[in-house]
């Protein structure tokens, strides 16, 4: 009788660990700009961890902003989803700004680390100023009553969150966390969890209580296409990315044959395209990028004093500047960039354009071409219909002239006649 008790009780404790088995966090990390690649990511990540069993999803959040038609995207995924989501803003000196603020506010659990902050949600008009028509205002009470509309379904500070979408109130984790901006500070992920612990959080009308104090912890990585499209959806590197292509495609226009610099920026043009299907571009500013470019390559065949040059310089800035859709996200590209590249473009394209002109304005060196000019010794001598012998260029060749040239003396080439050369008494001295 013994022995059936001793099975049971040895099943039993088999059987403890795994009904008391830790549970599993799953954790993402959204590093720069929010965009439609980091859209995606979120999406599937918060699908793959329901499909895993996870308890709850961690976004580790830090960014300066982004495309808000990719942060209503994740917001609406978030609300949706069917586990708690953290968003957490970390390390320390990470930033939750503009479309970050209404990721962080559409969380169960918001919370950040020490020496982050949070805000500065208004929106802005395509050269970064504010908005001051009727359609501006239309904008800003759209977003000011969306964000309000996050905060209060998830009970917090619904004033902050309008604040910082119409004054671009920017604040910090203490003052976040004594405004109810956000939950909680943690200084890192294990204190996160640890905190978030005892919370209970809405997910789909149902409530749930959370404990994740000794979860494991398994992290999501991007796709490959997901994380090259992520990259390709800063401004700073599309631009660098067309300049390149520019510059690469004339180069091997001014040097056909070259090879290199053309597929190279074809490449880099061809990323740069991809990019503007990320980045929300201005049209006026990309044709007048185009226009100042046609402008600078006018100027080597165009006499104007400077004028197609100046005026070339002047309108690829000012497309430069324009070529970000700054209606529809906060991102820019660097003025210093900007600067920078203008100057580099502007002396490329007319110091290898000069170089070019001037090699044309040459004559041939090489060839049939090349020997006419040339001065050669008379070997055979040469009268008018009784050709003779010249050598020029380390070759002999037959030679006809309108004049007499004896035997030693020099004779300059005038023309190639096929085989034969057309030659004249030269007045070089050896």
């Not at 803003?89 to 990470?94: C, E, H, L, T």
Request: net charge negative; aromatic share 6%.
């Amino acid at each position: 009788m013994a022995w059936p008790a001793v099975a049971l009780l040895t099943l039993f404790i088999a059987a403890a660990p795994a009904s008391a088995a830790n549970p599993t966090v799953a954790l993402i990390a959204i590093e720069g700009a929010i965009n439609p690649a980091s859209a995606d990511f979120i999406r599937d990540s918060i699908a793959q961890a329901a499909e895993n069993g996870a308890a709850a999803l961690v976004i580790e959040l830090d960014t300066p902003g982004g495309m808000l038609t990719s942060a209503q995207a994740i917001v609406k995924a978030i609300l949706n989803a069917p586990l708690p989501i953290i968003v957490y803003v970390a390390p320390s000196g990470a930033s939750a700004a503009s479309a970050g603020t209404f990721i962080t506010e559409a969380a169960n659990i918001a919370a950040m680390a020490p020496g982050t902050s949070i805000g500065a949600a208004h929106p802005v008009e395509a050269g970064g100023e504010d908005l001051p028509s009727a359609m501006s205002e239309k904008i800003e009470n759209f977003t000011a009553s969306y964000a309000r509309a996050i905060a209060h379904q998830r009970g917090r500070n619904e004033a902050w969150v309008e604040d910082a979408v119409r004054k671009s109130v920017a604040i910090s984790d203490t003052e976040a966390l004594k405004l109810h901006v956000i939950d909680l500070i943690a200084p890192d992920l294990a204190s996160l969890l640890k905190e978030a612990s005892g919370r209970s959080v809405t997910v789909q009308g149902r409530t749930f209580p959370l404990a994740l104090a000794h979860a494991d912890v398994q992290r999501y990585q991007m796709r490959f296409g997901e994380s090259l499209l992520n990259r390709l959806a800063d401004p700073n590197l599309m631009y660098l990315l067309m300049i390149a292509g520019v510059i690469g495609l004339y180069f091997e226009f001014a040097h056909p044959g070259v090879f290199l610099p053309g597929v190279i920026g074809a490449i880099c043009l061809l990323l740069a395209l991809v990019s503007f299907e990320v980045i929300p571009i201005n049209v006026a500013g990309f044709l007048l990028i185009l226009l100042g470019i046609a402008m600078l390559t006018s100027e080597l065949f165009v006499t104007s004093y400077g004028i197609l040059g100046m005026g070339g310089v002047a309108a690829f800035l000012i497309g430069s500047f324009l070529l970000v859709d700054r209606s529809a996200t906060n991102l820019t590209v660097d003025r210093a960039e900007i600067f920078g590249a203008s100057a580099t473009l502007a002396a490329i394209i007319l110091g290898v354009g000069y170089v070019a002109f001037k090699e044309r304005g040459r004559r041939a060196q090489t060839g049939r071409e090349g020997l006419i000019g040339e001065v050669g010794i008379v070997r055979e001598a040469i009268a008018p219909g009784a050709p003779g012998r010249v050598f020029v260029h380390g070759e002999i060749w037959r030679a006809s002239s309108t004049a007499v040239i004896p035997a030693g003396a020099q004779a300059e080439v005038t023309a190639v006649n096929g085989l034969e050369l057309m030659v004249r008494p030269s007045d070089a001295r050896n």
